[in-house]
């Protein structure tokens, strides 16, 4: 009788890999990858809004109730016109990127807007409701390796 190692080994000589084949992702179920996966770009590519509010800078909003000037708007879609200064804010909506220089998002409900101002009624703290750039993934990053069978997940 022969061990099962060496079971394997005799049939596994008398097997060779397929070679590689680009298919359809929708084609690709049960598969096993060739070839490690890697991110094309940065996902996302700037830092983003995690929530409908406002943009600020949170040295400007360190104690409450405190009211900027709302100097822009930014729907998801569109970029910042400019940086925002010290003593603003930018009515900002949920994926849309933050200006340069604003580090913080406060929700609307922290929030009471009226006359261009929006008076925030909770401190920010640096990097709330925000999602930095590359949190999903990053360019050149790995993120299946080679020999990963490929689940509907």
Do not use: C, W
């Not at 049960?30 to 509010?53: I, N």
């Not at 909770?122 to 490929?150: N, P």
């Amino acid at each position: 009788m022969i061990s099962v190692e060496e079971a394997q080994a005799r049939i596994l000589k008398e097997f060779s890999a397929t070679p590689a084949e680009i298919v359809t992702l929708s084609d690709s179920l049960g598969r096993v990858l060739a070839d490690d996966l890697e991110s094309r770009r940065t996902q996302p590519p700037m830092d983003v809004s995690a929530m409908d509010g406002y943009a600020v800078r949170a040295s400007d909003v360190l104690h409450v109730p405190t009211s900027l000037k709302v100097t822009m708007e930014i729907p998801a879609g569109s970029l910042p016109p400019r940086a925002l200064a010290a003593g603003e804010a930018a009515r900002i909506f949920t994926g849309a990127p933050l200006p340069p220089d604003a580090d913080s998002v406060v929700i609307q409900e922290d929030t009471e807007a009226a006359d261009g101002e929006v008076t925030i009624l909770e401190a920010a703290k640096r990097g709330a409701y925000v999602r930095r750039a590359g949190l999903d993934f990053r360019e050149g990053e790995i993120k299946l390796r080679a020999g990963t069978r490929l689940g509907a997940r």
